[in-house]
């Protein structure tokens, strides 16, 4: 690889190989949501990319930890690698924009290789990103034994679009806050926060943000209850090739995060407030109980609205309001017809390609065009058709 070889970034066994310490760090979240273990943080200074505020940091475990140890030549092998690998990615930022939007944001807080990758629930991520206390700040842990596995120790160019491709749930996860815990999926409706229109209209872009991370807390969905993603493969933003899932649930966790990320954005943004008003009321009024991704291939839709019947209206808020609760669904693999509202937004892309500002486009006008068409009506008869079988 030109302006890059490994001669260049020897570094001592002894100095990748760190010890750690537990400082009381805990950190939040991995690929799932739920709550992750506690995680040691390293003692030591760690390694400097030249560029990059974060530093890299080896975790060697032991012989008795379930991640196991992390032999000295596979450690400096690895740190090699990984340091290698970021300075290519921060050469050609504009190539990776998940990348360079989670540098310029100082979202990294640090990133450390450990021998073994797992989550909460013992399974083993070639990557896993974790939140700290500090909100808007994660951490990137990478997997020794992966890289090895696959190839990738020395292997730089191979292994930078894989790196770079984990900066999806970087920046996801430092922009989206905790997600609760997925124990119950009852519906507190009667409870949740809901404001009204006027109120709505009244609050800060990030006043309605707050809010609407409150309405995931307690009511608002974005996972399929179907399942219908489950061992599905996933498209990378504005790629039209299919990424195999490493794990059975990596498309439903994917799509939740930028689905999330799309409904904050149009809460947020006061063009959609302006152009796209029901959009934004819908979410934060209680109508709203669902936006998720699904895969239904009996039906060439790219979107549909789903609308109770009045006669299965509910009662939300302190103020007793009556709505018929929606879902919004979003078409994996299908793109756009020229008669959608958003065709011209969706570049012929699936919807599962498109960018965080293309899906909030197309969730809001699904909104806007279709809420109270659907509502008059109640529009769920074809819902036992689409269920995934």
């Known amino acids: 690889m030109s302006g890059l070889t490994t001669q260049g970034l020897i570094l001592p066994v002894a100095a990748a190989v760190l010890s750690f310490t537990i400082d009381g760090y805990v950190a939040y979240a991995s690929h799932d949501g739920p709550a992750a273990a506690a995680i040691h943080d390293l003692s030591g200074q760690g390694h400097e990319i030249p560029g990059l505020s974060f530093r890299v940091f080896i975790d060697r475990g032991t012989k008795e930890a379930v991640s196991g140890l992390l032999e000295p030549t596979q450690a400096d092998a690895a740190l090699q690698t990984v340091i290698e690998t970021f300075s290519y990615l921060n050469q050609h930022r504009h190539s990776y924009p998940r990348f360079d939007e989670a540098v310029s944001k100082w979202m990294l807080d640090r990133v450390i290789i450990q021998p073994n990758v797992q989550n909460h629930e013992g399974k083993v991520f070639p990557f896993l990103v974790v939140r700290t206390v500090d909100p808007g700040r994660v951490r990137l842990l990478i997997s020794a034994a992966s890289m090895k596995e696959q190839g990738y120790l020395g292997a730089v160019e191979q292994f930078a679009p894989v790196l770079a491709r984990e900066f999806e749930?970087?920046?996801?996860?430092?922009?989206?806050?905790?997600?609760?815990?997925?124990?119950?999926?009852?519906?507190?409706?009667?409870?949740?926060?809901?404001?009204?229109?006027?109120?709505?209209?009244?609050?800060s872009g990030e006043e309605r943000v707050r809010l609407l991370q409150q309405l995931f807390e307690t009511y608002l969905h974005t996972v399929d209850d179907q399942q219908s993603l489950d061992g599905q493969s996933y498209y990378e933003i504005g790629n039209t090739i299919l990424i195999p899932p490493s794990?059975?649930?990596?498309?439903?966790?994917?799509?939740?995060?930028?689905?999330?990320?799309?409904?904050?954005?149009?809460?947020?943004?006061?063009?959609?407030?302006?152009?796209?008003?029901?959009?934004?009321?819908?979410?934060?009024?209680?109508?709203?109980?669902?936006?998720?991704?699904?895969?239904?291939?009996?039906?060439?839709?790219?979107?549909?609205?789903?609308?109770?019947?009045?006669?299965?209206?509910?009662?939300?808020?302190?103020?007793?309001?009556?709505?018929?609760?929606?879902?919004?669904?979003?078409?994996?693999?299908?793109?756009?017809?020229?008669?959608?509202?958003?065709?011209?937004?969706?570049?012929?892309?699936?919807?599962?390609?498109?960018?965080?500002?293309?899906?909030?486009?197309?969730?809001?006008?699904?909104?806007?065009?279709?809420?109270?068409?659907?509502?008059q009506t109640g529009h769920v008869a074809q819902d036992a058709l689409t269920a995934p079988q």
């Open 247 to 375: 794990q059975p649930d990596s498309a439903t966790k994917f799509y939740d995060i930028r689905v999330r990320e799309a409904l904050q954005q149009i809460v947020r943004e006061p063009s959609f407030l302006d152009r796209m008003p029901l959009a934004v009321t819908n979410l934060l009024n209680g109508t709203i109980w669902n936006v998720t991704f699904v895969k239904v291939d009996q039906r060439d839709w790219a979107t549909r609205t789903r609308v109770q019947s009045a006669d299965k209206a509910v009662m939300v808020g302190v103020t007793g309001r009556s709505v018929q609760p929606a879902a919004i669904l979003i078409n994996l693999h299908r793109t756009a017809a020229p008669a959608d509202p958003f065709y011209a937004d969706t570049k012929d892309l699936p919807m599962g390609a498109l960018s965080g500002f293309q899906l909030a486009l197309v969730i809001a006008k699904e909104i806007q065009q279709n809420i109270i068409e659907k509502s």
């Open 169 to 203: 749930w970087v920046v996801s996860k430092a922009e989206t806050g905790q997600k609760p815990k997925t124990g119950s999926r009852e519906r507190d409706l009667r409870h949740a926060p809901i404001r009204t229109d006027k109120e709505i209209r009244a609050l």
